[in-house]
C-alpha cells in the first residue's frame, strides 16, 4: 500500500490543491518500508488525482479536499479520508497504522 498526504510548512496541507509538497509512506505488514517527499507539477484543476494515482497511491489522507477531487480520486480507485489534522505526517501516518486516526469535517467548501 502507497499513501500521500499533501504537505505545506512539514505538515499536513489544510487544502489538497494548495499543497507544497506530497509526503508519500510505502506501507507493508502495517509498516513504514519508505518514506519520500516530492514537490508535485504545478496545480491545475484535475492534476493531483491523476499525478498521485501515477504515483502507485491507494490512499490521499488530507484535510480539505474538493468534491471535484474526490470523484477523481474514487474514479481512479484512490481512497481519500479528508478532515484529518494539521499535523506531521509521519504522525498522521502512524495513527492511520493504530486504526485510531479521527477525521473531521472537510476544510475545504467547492
Not at 518500508?33 to 490512499?59: N, S
Not at 479536499?65 to 484529518?84: C, P, R, Y
Not at 489534522?85 to 476544510?107: C, F, M, W
Request: hydrophobic share 35%.
Amino acid at each position: 500500500m502507497k499513501i500521500a498526504i499533501p504537505t505545506a510548512g512539514g505538515v499536513l496541507c489544510a487544502h489538497f490543491g494548495h499543497c507544497e509538497q506530497f509526503y508519500f509512506a510505502e506501507i507493508e505488514n502495517k509498516k513504514v518500508i519508505k518514506e519520500t517527499f516530492i514537490t508535485p507539477p504545478a496545480h491545475e484543476p484535475g492534476l493531483y488525482p491523476q499525478w498521485v494515482k501515477e504515483q502507485g497511491c491507494d490512499l490521499v489522507i488530507g484535510g480539505g479536499m474538493g468534491q471535484k477531487a474526490q470523484d477523481l480520486f474514487a474514479q481512479n480507485q484512490v481512497s481519500v479520508i479528508v478532515g484529518a489534522n494539521h499535523e506531521e505526517p509521519r504522525k498522521v501516518i502512524d495513527t492511520y497504522l493504530k486504526g485510531t486516526l479521527q477525521a473531521g469535517s472537510n476544510s475545504c467548501d467547492h
